[in-house]
């Protein structure tokens, strides 16, 4: 599928509330109904300010919040206008969080972030305003509220967010490994004026630190207004990720579900059981077992709580690890079958498959292999035709 | 394990019976006990020469067999001497026979093949002697006799070999994925004055179609005699292999079959296992899913005949198909075991593990999970627990 980014072309309007906070309106909860250029890509500020942006307002911001605050005449033509960087709220500032918002600096936009662990002073070095509490951020009234949580703790922190305290068209975002899930949640808890925007960046800190070109990102706009800001705003979001060369896949939350679990469900699974084997490597390694040996190890990388959410919140995770395991148990069975064919024919057409001579000797390890069939394919051989057998 | 190729250095034994064939032979039968130099490694003809080197025998063997005839009388000085190509005969003409020749070709030997398919056009183009026949080959008497048949077919191929053609001291090689087979089948089957060496070349005509360099090699010596010349061909044999860039690996064949059932026979199944839920490529397959992808597609490229022939012909494989659904089996009750945790931890403590309004209402695809557990875990859950769930 290809990307069908939608951008945000010619005039939009832009009211002063989406980007001025509710300290520097003149006229809080007022949304004024005039227009700005907006332009069609967010402009970086210069390379050195997105190195080490300065956790307070920038220069840019601020420049953004005056001119918002200067009425502005209809009889004057419109001057071409720098759209103020997106202010983006991460909520839940672990690895994930942080990879992240590496990406939305980078795009020149502006990073706030709250977590139940400290990250102040990873914070301080890297130009990001932390907050201690998800209500401490939500005061500062972001554009765009990107849940960074895991799985297993979304609910919770999505149930625990002070929406009162943001503005009515504020943008909520995950970037969960699934997507019905924080979707239905998001559709059920929101207040109905906020936008959804369901994404999965799908690689990470490991598959994404020498760039993110052409590492796929899906999204699913699945609330955003036409009309006010919203739309605009959810161009803009998601062109941090175009920009940085994502390849943009649109897709819908439960079709992203439906593909993640027959791909990275299944690939996460043969992960986790080649793990627990302790495969190790050999001094006689093919290509083919090195793909495996790296591949579990990217995987247990992961925690164990990720996996789990790939199953427990995927409602086609269930049908896949049960189609796996019906694939394990037809190629079991294709080997066991195979292998009764050949004893079969020596002695019941008294043929001899192998070519070996009729003195009753064998280098044919049959024998071991049925004697050591599972309790359950054993019963399938006939006891008869098992006893039958000179050579086994 | 690195490679310990021990060369023939020096001053070596090389019989006249080595070199010549039973009709240029002066005293048929007789190997005269006098000593020629054998050079450390074998020297290659003229490129054209190996580009297409004659199907009838090359001018370096005519002037070696020439040599060889005329007696040498121990109080002349022992003259420099280019030791004859080495007449390699490989029985089994397929594909990956028609790969090894390519490499006993390039390093300068002659090869006589045998079929049951008819490959003289193709032998014609590539300058290698076709025969109807094992017999016919044999009566050439080849230096080493190199089966190349599949894993199945070998001990028909072995054992229909008419030994008493080939001269006492041949070298028989064989190239099977699995290596206690054919160790103990050549063991039972051939002549005592016969060689032995098992090796496996862990690459194949997809693998090694750039080269070969850095492809592992596994070999056994399995059964050499130090006097003679059988230690310097086995030695001389191996070396094509060395000289064309190969990680040589000697190893026992037990070792060998160990080894490759918990890597090649693991990675094999896994790729038989995926190739049943024919997986495809998805909008958003990540990096882990497009190795699998890649091992399906080689796994399946091979015979399932070579795929038996891993599980039927190497006594550790059970054990390793055992293991592999134990930690299948594992995982999945990892997943089940967390799931169940999660609700006896909203059912029997009354706390609620997402953080759920205490309303009855969510998101959590928890009951959904539950209802398609596999009968075999439902049976693990009290149907009193399950039934007292007010969200299930």
Redesign the interface.
Same mark, same amino acid.
């Given at each position: 599928?290809a990307s069908s980014l939608r951008h945000f072309a010619g005039l939009g309007c832009f009211s002063a509330a989406a980007s001025s906070s509710a300290s520097t309106s003149f006229l809080p909860g007022y949304a004024p109904d005039f227009c700005v250029f907006v332009a069609l890509r967010p402009i970086k500020p210069p390379a050195t300010a997105v190195a080490n942006p300065p956790a307070s307002p920038s220069p840019l911001e601020e420049e953004h919040r005056q001119q918002a605050a200067v009425p502005w005449h209809s009889d004057d033509p419109p001057a071409p206008s720098v759209p103020a960087p997106l202010r983006v709220g991460i909520v839940g500032f672990g690895n994930f969080g942080q990879f992240i918002a590496g990406g939305v600096q980078r795009q020149g936009h502006t990073v706030l972030a709250a977590s139940r662990t400290d990250y102040s002073a990873y914070c301080a070095q890297h130009g990001i305003r932390f907050f201690r509490s998800v209500d401490a951020l939500c005061e500062e009234q972001p554009d765009v509220l990107l849940i960074c949580s895991s799985i297993l703790?979304t609910?919770?922190?999505v149930?625990?967010i002070p929406f009162h305290k943001l503005r009515p068209d504020t943008i909520v975002a995950d970037v969960l490994s699934v997507k019905e899930?924080p979707r239905?949640?998001l559709l059920?808890v929101l207040p109905p004026g906020f936008g959804i925007i369901c994404t999965?960046p799908?690689?990470g800190p490991e598959?994404g630190k020498h760039g993110w070109g052409k590492l796929?990102f899906?999204f699913d706009k699945v609330r955003v207004a036409d009309d006010g800001d919203q739309a605009a705003t959810c161009d803009r979001f998601l062109s941090i990720f175009e920009q940085e060369g994502c390849r943009m896949?649109e897709?819908s939350c439960a079709e992203?579900d439906r593909?993640?679990a027959?791909?990275?469900f299944?690939?996460?699974?043969?992960?986790?059981? =080649?793990s627990? /084997?302790n495969?190790s490597s050999?001094?006689?390694?093919?290509?083919?077992?090195e793909? &495996?040996l790296?591949?579990t190890q990217?995987?247990v990388s992961d925690s164990?709580d990720l996996y789990?959410g790939l199953?427990?919140?995927?409602?086609n995770?269930?049908?896949q =690890?049960?189609? /796996?395991?019906?694939?394990?148990e037809?190629?079991?069975q294709?080997?066991s079958g195979? &292998?009764h064919d050949?004893i079969r024919k020596q002695i019941v057409e008294r043929a001899d498959p192998?070519?070996?001579?009729a003195n009753g000797?064998s280098?044919?390890?049959?024998a071991?292999?049925l004697s050591?069939?599972?309790e359950e394919n054993k019963t399938r051989v006939s006891p008869a035709l098992t006893l039958a057998s000179p050579t086994l």
């Open positions: 599928m703790s609910e919770s922190v149930r625990a899930f239905n949640l059920e999965h799908m690689f598959s796929p899906v896949v897709m992203h593909y993640a027959g791909s990275q299944i690939t996460h699974t043969i992960g986790r059981v =080649l627990q /084997l495969l050999t001094p006689i390694n093919t290509k083919g077992y793909t &495996l790296q591949l990217n995987t164990f789990y199953f427990m919140y995927n409602i995770a269930t049908e =690890l049960d189609r /796996l395991e019906m694939a394990f037809k190629v079991r294709m080997l195979r &292998l050949f192998s070519g070996k001579l000797r280098s044919s390890p049959a071991h292999h050591t069939l599972t």
